[in-house]
Nanobody, 121 residues
Framework: QVQLVESEGGLVQAGGSLRLSCAAS????????MGWYRQAPGKQRELVAI???????NYTDSVKGRFTISRDNAKNTVYLQMNTLKPEDTAVYYC???????????????WGQGTQVTVSS
């Protein structure tokens, strides 16, 4: 099991920057992948960015070149640096960890509580 605690989001003007952090309750070095998802009102939750235990990253097209996901294994923390924010980035952002369960032989999803990011035009 792993508990995830996200930093506070906030209100930022379009074109601004914000960094989210996600602190895990255990070592993240062995966690298969960690990522950030977001959910805007009336929309489904979508993957924003993901980073594997090997450091491979992947981003949804709409944030490529603007967002950067990184991890600090020593601090058991994952970050999402968001630059050149747009109003359409407004959403609740959730941290996610995918952990392999040897008992169930499948990946288990763990979620943070979510943090609101609002981008004003």
């Amino acid at each position: 099991q792993v508990q995830l605690v996200e930093s506070e989001g906030g209100l930022v003007q379009a074109g601004g920057s914000l960094r989210l952090s996600c602190a895990a309750s255990r070592s993240i070095s062995s966690i298969n992948s960690m990522g950030w998802y977001r959910q805007a009102p009336g929309k489904q939750r979508e993957l924003v960015a993901i980073i594997t235990s090997g450091g491979t990253t992947n981003y949804t097209d709409s944030v490529k070149g603007r967002f950067t996901i990184s991890r600090d294994n020593a601090k058991n923390t994952v970050y999402l640096q968001m630059n050149t924010l747009k109003p359409e980035d407004t959403a609740v952002y959730y941290c996610n960890a995918k952990v392999f369960s040897s008992m169930l032989f499948r990946l288990m999803d763990y979620w943070g509580q979510g943090t609101q990011v609002t981008v004003s035009s």
